[in-house]
Each structure stands twice: as structure tokens, then as C-alpha cells.
């Protein structure tokens, strides 16, 4: 390759590092391009996209961003999943089709900046989706008036209580 060629790769791979949410290493010797298609196109449906580079370029690209975490990883056949909105997109998918497909294997992700494992990605892909857990925080937020309601009329409630109760043992 050229040197010039190497220079663009290096900047647009940079530049996508800056932008993404979350950036997974998988090794994917073994794969065969139907397969490498299949997971392209599955991540590229969800949004995210997933790259074949030197690892020397990942190396260079990944200085001073969030994929800086992942340089130890960078090492055989290294092809990087990348998410610019949902974190967990991508690693659903990646963990689905290596259940499915043994010879991709994760190797690590860096999320917002922070190295996660491959057991954290893992734990990442159980996650439900982002309108699931928006929608159980949004139930939690509407919780606790409902309840600090509920816990106000109590208070009024006993005392009417207890006025009847004294009523009913007058007229006994």
C-alpha cells in the first residue's frame, strides 16, 4: 500500500474512533467471505459497522480516542466493530453470531474510552434494547410520585378511619 493510501485509512479510521460509542476487536480467521458478508450486513442494518484493517493502521488510529484501550489487542487477524449511537447493538450481534459461528471470537471493546472484556461484552449483548431501558426508567421515575401520593391519602384515609371507628363505639 501506499503511503498516502495508509495516511487516508489512518484518518477516516481516527475520525470514526472519535464518533463511536463503542469499538469491538474480534479475530476472525477462519471466516469466509459469505460469512464476512453476512456479519457486515447484519451490523450494518443496526447501524454499526465492522472494518478489516492492518493492525499496524488500527495501532496509529486508535491514538489519543476511545479505541486507545484496545491496543494490546490489536495482534493476528483484527477486524473492529464500531457504533456511533446503541452500544449494544453490535455486541448483541457479534455475540449472536459467534454462538453460532465459532471461528469469530471477541477479543475486547473499548466503550466510551474504558476497556470491557470479553465477558463484559458479552454481558453488554444481554442488555435489553435502549427503548426497553427507557421505558423501565420512565416507569421508575412515575413510581415514586405515584407512591408518595398513595402514602399522602393513606395518612388521611386511617384518620377518617379511626374518626368512624370512634363514631361506631359512641353509638355502641
Known sequence: MRIL??????GELKEKFAKSKVVIA???IGLNVAE???LRRKLRESGSEYHVVKNTLLHRA?????AEPLREFYQQNTAVALSFSDPVAPAK???EFAKDNSKLVIKAG???GKLV???GIKALADLPPRD???GQLLSVMNGVPTSLVRVLSGVQQQLVNVLLAIQDQKQA
Open 132 to 134: 426497553v431501558l427507557l
Open 26 to 28: 474480534t479475530n476472525y
Open 117 to 119: 472484556s470479553a465477558d
Open 62 to 66: 486508535s491514538e489519543g480516542n476511545a
Open 93 to 95: 450481534i457479534l455475540v
Open 5 to 10: 493510501k495508509k495516511q487516508e485509512i489512518v
Open 110 to 112: 473499548a466503550l466510551n
Open 36 to 38: 464476512m458478508n453476512s
